[in-house]
Each structure stands twice: as C-alpha cells, then as structure tokens.
C-alpha cells in the first residue's frame, strides 16, 4: 500500500496548481490518506504487541480517529454541518459493519471459527446503544412542538458534556477495574523493544501531521466534487470521508482477525465507534463555538440517526456470544451495503 504515497505530493501539486480541478484534487487527497492511515494501523499494532490487545485497540482507535476528528474539524471550520454529521455517523456506521464485517469474514475464510471475550463486545455493544439514545433525543426534541434553535443548543452542549464523561468512566472501566475483559489471548510481552516503541510513536505523530494538512485539501473539494458526481453530500460523508478516515482501522482490524487475534479487531472496530459517538462527537459540538462559524448540534438527520440505530441493534446480535464466522461477516456487509445503497438513491 506504501505506492499510494505517490498521492501525497500530487495532492498537495493539484491543489496549488490546478485547484479548480476539484475532482482530481479530492480522489488523490483520498488516496493519499490510505497509506498514512496504514501506517497509523502498523504503528500501533506494534505497540499492542508491548502494551497488550487492550491498549493498543485503544491506541488504534484514538489515533484512527484522529483523522477522522481532523476531517471533521476541517469540515467544520468551513461550515459544512451536514458534512461532519455524516462524517461521525459514517465512522460510527462503517467501524461497526464494513471494518468489524470485513474482520470477520478475512479471519473466519481458513476457520470454523474464532473466540473472543463476550463480556467485553457486549460492554462496547451496550456502550454503543447509549450513543444511539443521545442521538435519538436531540432529533425527537427537534421534531417536537414549540422546539427552538437555542433550546436545541443547550441541550446538544449538556448531552456532549454527559457523553464525554461517560467515555472517561468506560476509559477506567476499560484500562483499570476490567482489563482483564479486554486484554485478549496475546498478553502484553517484549516483541517490541523500547526503541521501536518510540519510532512507532513517531511514525503515529508525523502521520497525523500529514493527514491534516491532505485532510484539508480533501474537505476543500468535497462540495464540488459532489456536485460534479451528482451526489449528495450526504453520501459523500458517510461512506466516501468516512472510509478513508477510518483507513487505519479497517487495515489494523482486518490484520489482527487474519492472525486470530479477534479480541484486538473487536477493540479496534467497536472500540472506535465508541470513541466517535462518545468523544469525537461531543468535541465537535463544543469546538463549534469556538471553531465553526454557527454552532452545531446533535440533532442529526432522520435517516442518520435510523442508520446508526440499525448497526447498533445488528452488531449488538452479532457478537454478544463470543464467536465469530465469516457468515456474520457477510451478516454485517450486507447491511452496510444496503445502507449505501440507501443513500445513494436518496435525492
């Protein structure tokens, strides 16, 4: 995947030198941050190898979805709401169905199947069903008579407060009074030697650099592009932006089930739409005041909410029993398949 960094440069050369190519300026900005992401993946599964499946999920997850914030933050800053609502609901979506499906059915093609800790896919499971509440009350309350704008505001900021300590509360639950649930079968050891630790963290820093400045360059072209495609925003959001943010969880996750390492592709994949709905989220909508040009909200679309709603529910079935096959691979492609399907039809 490494020739995909040809893309970089091409990005950066288009979007000074032909910047009203907008096409071609945001499929090489997607490319480009495959690569990057992967690296992002191979780095932290290098720690998880020192630190234990638990840690370097998380560790995955956070600086995954460190470009998904920065794409975000990006959108935001240039005032595109529907953008980073479909941005969050697509990282939410795509975590649960495309990266935890695609884990599934790489790691159960050569297997009857394989084990993980149930006790943890359903903490992250009943996790994720809180997220999918607090969505669901921001659109109800907007839905309801005598609603306002400001009203909506201080709810959105009093939800973002609440989910943000929630996820700190899970973090404790998480790394302190139960790792055990989600330390996996690979137990912390000495394959990485401190040296490649502090590489491995250098290479998640510069990364992380480089995926803000293309990130930028991306969300730049993405009005028109969608324009000139005949696609709504919408969908670019949630499938498109939404991919390639989550490049470095969908290469890690698909890895580590490959390797029979489930434990770790359950924590990469449900541990990040988490980590979306629970931090990633509230962030934005409290940066909004700081950042964004008008404040954003938490009442997402109907159709974003019933998506999230419905990957909560299949996901929640498909691993509270602590094994996996590539049929439920197939399970959850097949239902994000036909959400994309879904939105792509929609006006």
Request: net charge negative.
């Amino acid at each position: 995947m490494s020739w995909l960094l040809f893309f970089v440069p091409v990005a950066i050369a288009l979007e000074f030198l032909a910047p009203d190519r907008h096409l071609l300026i945001f499929a090489s900005a997607s490319l480009a941050i495959v690569p990057l992401a992967a690296w992002m993946g191979r780095a932290t599964e290098q720690l998880a190898e020192r630190l234990g499946e638990g840690i370097g999920g998380l560790l995955n997850a956070t600086f995954g979805n460190a470009a998904e914030l920065i794409i975000a933050l990006a959108a935001l800053r240039a005032g595109l709401h529907d953008v980073v609502e479909a941005s969050i609901a697509g990282s939410i979506v795509g975590n649960m169905l495309l990266v935890l499906g695609g884990a599934m059915l790489a790691g159960g093609v050569n297997r009857q199947e394989q084990r993980y800790n149930p006790a943890g896919a359903r903490s992250q499971a009943t996790m994720l069903t809180l997220a999918a509440i607090a969505l669901v009350l921001p659109a109800a309350f907007r839905a309801a008579d005598g609603a306002t704008a400001a009203g909506l505001g201080r709810l959105s900021v009093a939800l973002s407060v609440v989910l943000l300590v929630v996820y700190l509360l899970f973090l404790a639950f998480t790394l302190i009074t139960h790792s055990s649930l989600f330390a996996g079968s690979h137990a912390p050891g000495q394959a990485t030697s401190p040296a490649s630790a502090v590489r491995a963290m250098l290479v998640l820093a510069g990364a992380t650099a480089m995926i803000a400045w293309i990130s930028e360059i991306m969300v730049g072209a993405i009005e028109p592009t969608a324009h000139e495609l005949g696609l709504s925003n919408v969908f670019v959001g949630v499938f498109l932006v939404a991919i390639m943010g989550n490049a470095a969880e969908h290469t890690t996750a698909i890895s580590a089930a490959m390797k029979d390492r489930m434990d770790l592709s359950l924590s990469i994949a449900i541990g990040s739409s988490v980590q979306v709905a629970l931090f990633v989220a509230p962030v934005l909508v409290l940066g909004s005041y700081v950042l964004g040009p008008t404040p954003m909200d938490l009442a997402f679309p109907a159709g974003l909410v019933l998506a999230i709603l419905l990957s909560v529910l299949i996901t929640g079935q498909v691993s509270g029993d602590g094994r996996s096959d590539w049929l439920k691979g197939v399970q959850l492609l097949t239902v994000y398949l036909s959400l994309a399907l879904a939105f792509f039809f929609l006006p």
